[in-house]
């Protein structure tokens, strides 16, 4: 299982790497959105390989199918499936993944759930190539959130030992990288994240980093306590993206280490409207919005494709070996997850929304 | 909605600070467990509040009354119900809190979801205290799992800037601290954690920290790709707990800063069996089991409950003023959440074996 | 599993016929909804037996304890939990169930699924008695929406051979059966209903017959295509009612015998509002309400529980034995289930309005 | 909301009847089924229009293109997508649906709910057409259970007025109908039936029906008691089936009729074995499985489309008319039901072995 997020929302995806292609279904978009078909595309060009030296040389010219649920151009209200069809697969580069699990992968625990059935082609159905529906789904998503006044943006916020660990709340800031392909604040900052991938790259190596997303407009209330939080709800949708390793909120990891009186987002009255005087929360708190806008850093391991040789298995001969994996591989999967970071955000906010629960 | 958790071992909860109880309903416990009360009611002790200085000094004695599920001290494999009932109450401590909502507290968002209508003594529905039934049924979890060879066990990994860093797989070291009421590999670090506490405690401020979770015995192949991953389903749960503002595996955020040749966790054949020599992944690829330790690691913020004056509002005035909270509040939450993450990882950990999808 | 309907009004029921008591948790009432508990009570009042010789001499003194979710009065919006002790519970008369199943009873299906650790008593958690924590959502239900206009009423349709067969979507004829106890149209009818009780019960013998449900004010436009239509909703709903063999809409069986000509519903403007002349589709078309009053109905087979002696097996010794059961039961069930098929009806509807999808 | 069925074998599925086409996701198949596509192209053929005079005079010739979820000629075990591109459309014998609907058809129901934008063109979404999925959905099911020892079948039980109403469980007997196109255990019973559609063609009307329909080897224990019974289940599954208006099980509402003595299934060890020495029941006590072949009784309304003048309105001008609909359709959509029946009775009870609950 796995197929299937949301509940009034509700994307399901399907495909392989190297199949025919890949695609979902989408149950509960509200009828009468105006769909804008190149907003799609450009998101999709986003997540893309092969568009700069810090991804992979792959190319994906990745056309979408619609194949039901708009009609004279609105949607329908009824379920929106589309599929996205496969192009340059060099399945030759793969082929060796049937036997010899790459470390770090899912080759050998999709082996082991799959009794040895599943494709392993490209990494088959675990294939980085399935967050491709998610993000189709996700630009859905942002048209019908920016109808309710709804932006949701993201930063990189480190790469390897770069960080750029500024926070602003400031939307005119946020606007400005919005359409960087390469979204950092400070632009040395940047630089010096690009060299840290390409270093990498040099090395035959790879390197993580942090995606930082934020979303403005998100109305106070929203959300539920308990096992249907926005946390819980966004990081179930988030640590679907391959490589996702830790999630949090406002200050994360690093409120763990303060004091109260420090983080504490208080309160005060603003022209008649209740607000919030910091955000070290991002915006949540009990699992329901406070008006403030939500945040969430997302920690990417290194790729595990890595052009180095690495100690693994052979498993029909049961042998151990040292083995070096071809193929072409992103040194660094943070700046195409940038837009698939976004499209899971806008999915589970609107979710949250449709919900009303 | 909130109330409900897992699809093969499903929790449904309910109950507030200072109504009449707490308690839930476990749908989905296999027939013929012979049920171990005291082990239960051991759990819900390290939960108790009252127990040391480093918690709050209210008394709760939690004594849990089955209502059903349960024949001849067998579970009957039908809903398994039980309830707290509440005793200790002083209400009058918080009912100023029905108008001042309290910083960084779900006061404020509670009261905009319910329009006014929840319960706002000690928090309500919102209050800590929830977290009891979710030791209830983690305790019953743990007792089906140790017939499938599982075991769920946790430490104090930070308090405040104390970190205890390193980590082991070594699962004596872990038996070692498993009934230690204040979980810490090495004793001075320990001494060092529970001063950050006192300290805190006596400049009437509260202190956060981090939990990090282990389960031992989980066979590979547990967990789904994608919306189903065992990662996305331990977040979605653990994030039910107040106060919790991250959660990541193995590494963490920090195997964001790596590269792919530090941190891939490579396999060999060991005594014919695929081991993986390292355990950076914390025991799950691509949302499913590795064979190695599950290892999560769960961020908790400082208290938001202090005694120090703090900025907030008036909401039937719609003023803003300055208020010191009074109230006997936990300066660290910390400590009594150690059975709590380890509750969830029993629970969500089991629901993963048990819906064997 | 199975113990929890709906998604935006969910129910959670437990408990046993002789065990502490039976109960249940309800998600997603409205906050604000000021609680009439005489109504409740009510309810509850008309499915206890011991209230007519057409029902088992039981005596059931229903009260509900209600442990979470009100304050002041009001519904809070987060979880309503509730209990209605055991009382009067002769065990003795049921203990040879544990050996020797009933005949057409869930006492076999039971003992398998749960291998032999459910609680037998009474029927353990299959006991009609479960029905009560329904009868208690239902009412509550019915409350909400009693505020958004929607009435759900029902009438026996039959007993055993005794049928009345007209159909009335008239209100005000069916307001008038509203509080009748054996709710029927016609007196002479609901005389000959009752001989065929007294008749069956007699002989030591039971007898089924047919419930007819009703919903006023249901706007058209609620409900799903496919899989979450109406009738499945409501169907899933119903067949939870021990007895319950079969589920129909509008004219039921009776359409398939009949031509389009005959039973398609024709549309007209009615001062301006779109309304159907005929209503053979009780309400529903493409699994969406089309404004016309809601019919439903429901086939309950006789009460399998009789006085006679019966072909059983004994488990233990593996021997066939004719067996003659004792104990208080039913000769129809019918009379009490009617407050039972008004509260699936009240709960289904209201959880479709809520979940808004 | 709607498209997605089952927990343990779960469908999703979108289309319109004159867009690009339809289809349908499955996620839960168990992998290493070796895929018979002739078995699936065969139960298509079943259900497609166009193949005699008792059914629509269109010719479907649906070819399943399948785009993902099989590899080497087995499942994955992951997601299964396939399509089904339409033809032979002629959209413009529709186009008036959209401001006229027609009677006792989706068409008024499908407007409201979705504001006028779901696609009219043939039904649309709401299109019988969309049951071609659920065939190969059901096909794909039915190999999986086939490898359990379960085999599904169907009979037509009446048109119109004419009945066979002798029920046998003597698989014999159903074996030998398994292969006809018009399944009916009596040939002059048969050849009544078809006289009674051409009858009703003739008239440009069009008849109603009842399809029973069958499981042998369904062991003891599978299902739920409650929410989750194998009646609630399946019954949610066959009222998505345009047309269905009750479902029943074992006798249906006859059962309602009779006495306790005459319709209790008592049981006996016949060869160590309990067994059920009639099957009243069709299968299921209390939610579960007894191990007698599952019955279960599906009434369908004659098909709203008719040849003759009707009443309805005119949605733009809101105003009356009388309106003769053309377009080619079938007299009795029974026929054509049938592996319909058979698809979602063998998905259904698939997904409750595999839930495992």
Do not use: C, M, N
């Given at each position: 299982m796995g197929a299937t997020l949301g509940q009034g929302y509700k994307l399901t995806i399907f495909g392989e790497s190297h199949g025919k292609g890949v695609g979902g279904v989408i149950d509960g978009i509200p009828p009468g959105i105006s769909l804008d078909m190149s907003a799609i595309s450009r998101e999709l060009m986003r997540r893309a390989p092969g568009n700069s030296p810090f991804t992979s040389a792959r190319q994906e010219t990745d056309g979408v199918d619609i194949?039901?649920?708009?009609?004279q151009g609105h949607t329908t209200g009824t379920p929106l499936a589309f599929v996205i069809l496969n192009k340059d697969m060099r399945s030759g580069d793969y082929e060796k993944s049937m036997d010899i699990p790459r470390p770090s992968h899912a080759d050998y625990t999709g082996f082991v759930k799959y009794k040895g059935f599943n494709?392993?082609?490209?990494?088959?159905?675990?294939?980085?190539?399935?967050t491709a529906p998610i993000v189709v789904a996700g630009a859905i998503a942002r048209q019908v959130l920016h109808g309710m006044g709804v932006r949701v943006l993201s930063r990189i916020a480190s790469i390897g030992n770069v960080e750029e660990s500024v926070f602003s709340s400031d939307r005119a800031q946020w606007d400005k990288i919005a359409d960087k392909a390469f979204p950092v604040f400070d632009d040395a900052k940047e630089h010096a994240m690009k060299a840290c991938i390409l270093d990498a790259r040099q090395s035959k190596d790879s390197v993580g980093g942090v995606i930082q997303g934020i979303a403005f407009g998100i109305k106070p209330g929203i959300g539920s306590p308990f096992f249907d939080t926005i946390e819980g709800e966004l990081s179930k949708g988030l640590?679907?993206?391959?490589?996702?390793?830790g999630v949090s909120f406002g200050?994360?990891?690093?409120?763990?280490?303060?004091r109260g009186s420090e983080v504490n987002d208080t309160m005060c009255f603003d022209q008649g409207v209740i607000t919030h005087m910091t955000n070290h929360n991002g915006g949540v708190l009990g699992g329901i919005s406070n008006g403030m806008p939500l945040v969430v850093n997302v920690a990417f391991k290194p790729?595990?494709?890595?052009g180095q040789p690495q100690q693994t298995v052979a498993l029909r001969s049961s042998e151990n070996l040292i083995h070096t994996f071809s193929g072409r591989h992103d040194p660094c999967i943070v700046p195409r997850a940038v837009p698939v970071v976004e499209s899971l955000l806008a999915m589970v906010l609107l979710d949250q929304v449709l919900r009303a629960d």
């Open positions: 194949l039901s649920g708009v009609y494709d392993p082609r490209g990494g088959g159905h675990f294939s980085g190539r399935l640590f679907a993206i391959p490589g996702v390793k200050d994360g990891f690093d409120i763990a280490k303060k790729t595990p494709s890595i």
